[in-house]
């Protein structure tokens, strides 16, 4: 059930409706907007009377949710959710945010190199994999701490954020220090116990679709992460599993239009994973603004076909800086900045 306060409810109003939802047997999650104060009941609120709620002072109006995400979904925050990083840098916002990097950090030449060039393209985020769940268990691995450590240090250099991939729950800890911004991958789109572990975190979140997920679905694991009481969320359209042989995967670009009907959170693409193509990186890029996409995520190199991961769909430097030039003139065209 979501109940909206009126614009002028006072905090004693607020707190006595909140009393009142607990005393029904619901969790409540509060979020504050520009104009009111909307109260998120979650739990068993089939047989709950919304009259009663309806006639307190400061309710505006009550609703039950028929969706099975209940803080993911539009209702929750009407005026959408906007990450905002600690060096004031926004996700959901008039920017659209570029992270790129490597899909692994190999070594301190390679990252530092990558950083610079990231920083001057005007991109906010530096991303690179330090732990890579890999299909083959001989394929590399990354560096791990050490390797998390070195893009820490090259962000840190170049006043940039970072953008890395979580894969347990052991890992979160000691990822802390070195994290602005955890990734759950593909893989782990419905490892839930790592979920609710990160809603417990209160670092940002950014959530890749599954390889098979619906949207719902999709929606349903950042469910599990904001139960935990983490809102910092941001969606990452990053291609689907379908009959089609001619891309790795196939980029569901319309999921991006989708999503910001469906859901308050911001949502960006990554179309590097979505093709599997370095060719193909670029117009999806540019496709996926056009859309309406919050922000990108692409992975780039100096030295692309000898990449030590997912080499065929990694962009060399030149490449990504005439891509972001490029994408810079479409954000304008739809009313964002980049």
Do not use: W
């Amino acid at each position: 059930m979501i109940v909206s306060m009126q614009e002028r409810a006072t905090e004693e109003q607020i707190y006595a409706v909140i009393e009142r939802m607990e005393e029904a047997g619901v969790d409540v999650h509060r979020t504050t907007g520009t104009v009111q104060t909307i109260l998120a009941g979650v739990g068993p609120t089939a047989n709950i009377d919304l009259s009663v709620f309806e006639v307190l002072p400061g309710v505006l109006n009550v609703l039950r949710i028929s969706s099975p995400y209940k803080l993911a979904g539009r209702a929750f925050r009407p005026e959408g959710t906007v990450v905002e990083f600690p060096n004031g840098v926004k996700v959901g916002a008039e920017y659209v945010a570029v992270m790129a990097g490597p899909c692994a950090i190999e070594n301190r030449e390679q990252i530092f190199t990558i950083a610079a060039c990231v920083k001057a393209a005007g991109a906010g985020f530096l991303r690179g994999g330090a732990f890579k769940p890999r299909s083959s268990p001989y394929a590399f691995q990354g560096l791990g701490i050490p390797g998390l450590q070195l893009m820490h240090e090259a962000a840190q250099e170049h006043g940039l954020l970072t953008v890395t991939e979580v894969m347990e729950i052991a890992q979160i800890e000691s990822m802390l220090p070195y994290t602005d911004l955890f990734q759950v991958g593909a893989r782990n789109m419905q490892n839930f116990n790592l979920l609710r572990e990160l809603g417990l975190a209160r670092k940002p979140v950014l959530l890749k679709r599954g390889i098979s997920a619906t949207l719902e679905e999709l929606l349903l694991s950042a469910e599990y992460i904001m139960a935990g009481g983490n809102y910092d969320i941001i969606l990452c359209e990053r291609g689907i599993r379908t009959y089609e042989t001619s891309t790795r995967n196939t980029m569901d670009i319309s999921a991006i239009p989708v999503l910001h009907k469906l859901s308050h959170l911001p949502v960006v693409a990554d179309p590097s994973h979505g093709t599997g193509r370095r060719d193909m990186v670029p117009p999806m890029a540019k496709a996926a603004v056009a859309a309406g996409a919050d922000g990108i995520l692409v992975e780039i190199h100096p030295n692309a076909d000898k990449a030590a991961s997912d080499a065929a769909q990694t962009l060399y430097l030149d490449q990504f800086e005439k891509l972001v030039g490029e994408l810079r003139v479409i954000a304008k065209a739809v009313g964002r900045t980049l």
